[in-house]
């Protein structure tokens, strides 16, 4: 697969993808990459960090692909204690504790949408 060149975007279900917009822009702190409408009636929506990056694609349910799920992402930070207190201060659905940062693992935490599809947060230095 010579042709693959990178991860372009990864996909998560949501129930409502205005409200998944909100979220994401507002509380993450990505940008709107894309909404776009295709087929019937239906919409392509993408968020991205900040500073470019894969983006994730916001997208209704189908079949067994439905919300409230782990994600699988992992986001990087330079202080994930700030990040931490960042997103629970704005009201965002954090782990109560940190983990990692012994040495071997590096300090992370998780959070949920508000579909419950969990994201993990993972500082990189």
């Not at 993408?46 to 994600?71: D, M, W």
């Not at 009201?91 to 693992?105: C, N, P, Y």
């Amino acid at each position: 697969m010579s042709q693959v060149t990178e991860i372009g975007r990864v996909i998560v279900p949501v129930s409502d993808q205005d409200a998944a917009i909100a979220f994401y822009t507002e509380k993450i702190g990505f940008s709107l990459a894309a909404d776009v409408p295709y087929g019937d009636g239906q919409r392509w929506v993408e968020v991205s960090p900040p500073k470019g990056g894969t983006g994730i694609a916001l997208t209704p349910p189908t079949g067994e692909f439905q919300p409230g799920r782990v994600t699988g992402i992992a986001l990087a930070t330079a202080d994930a204690r700030a990040a931490h207190a960042e997103l629970r201060d704005k009201g965002v659905d954090v782990e109560a504790e940190l983990m990692g940062g012994d040495g071997g693992v590096p300090l992370l935490f998780s959070f949920r949408d508000p579909d419950g599809n969990s994201v993990m947060v993972v500082e990189s230095r």
